[in-house]
């Protein structure tokens, strides 16, 4: 099980669409202080559907969508997806060589998951990943 891409949108300092490719080898990510390195962690530990607010370096839940800037207005919404070869079958036959889930978070506070676009529940997705050493 190797991942192959973290898709950003709305999330904390990533307001606009941002996707990191994880090519075969290693991959760093640098950047001065300040801008979101640390954030890319919380997105992986949020879209595995981390429900801590205090591990995601926050007060509320909301905190994870866009504010806004002076020249940016706030999002409505936050969304993560994690791509995952599953080539080797770590995460079962069921879902296909390539696994996708997806966390979405609305200022309402209603809530997705989705494994390869289908809706599902925080439970689902604890369950695919249980006994991967991943959660």
Same mark, same amino acid.
């Given at each position: ?8 949108? =709305? ?9 990191? +490719? ?10 001065? &202080?300040?801008?979101?390195?640390? &954030?890319?962690?919380d997105a992986v530990?949020? !879209? ?10 926050? /007060?509320?839940?909301?905190? !994870?969508?866009?504010? $806004? ?10 969304? !993560?997806?994690?791509?995952? &070869? /599953?080539?080797? $079958?770590?995460? $079962?036959?069921?879902? =296909?060589?390539?696994?996708? !889930? ?13 494994? /390869? =676009? ?14 991967? =050493?991943? +959660?």
């Amino acid at each position: 099980m190797k991942l192959k891409k973290l898709e950003l949108y =709305g999330f904390k300092s990533f307001a606009q669409r941002t996707e990191i +490719v994880f090519d075969e080898g290693i991959t760093g990510i640098v950047g001065p &202080n300040g801008s979101g390195k640390s &954030n890319i962690g919380d997105a992986v530990r949020w !879209v595995l559907g981390e429900q801590s607010t205090k591990t995601l370096r926050g /007060n509320k839940m909301e905190d !994870v969508i866009f504010s $806004g800037t002076k020249t940016r207005k706030a999002m409505g919404f936050a969304a !993560v997806t994690l791509e995952i &070869n /599953n080539e080797t $079958g770590e995460l $079962g036959d069921a879902y =296909g060589a390539v696994v996708s !889930v997806t966390r979405k978070l609305y200022r309402s506070g209603d809530s997705e998951y989705r494994i /390869n =676009g289908k809706n599902v529940r925080l439970k689902d997705v604890t369950e695919l990943f249980m006994d991967t =050493g991943t +959660v």
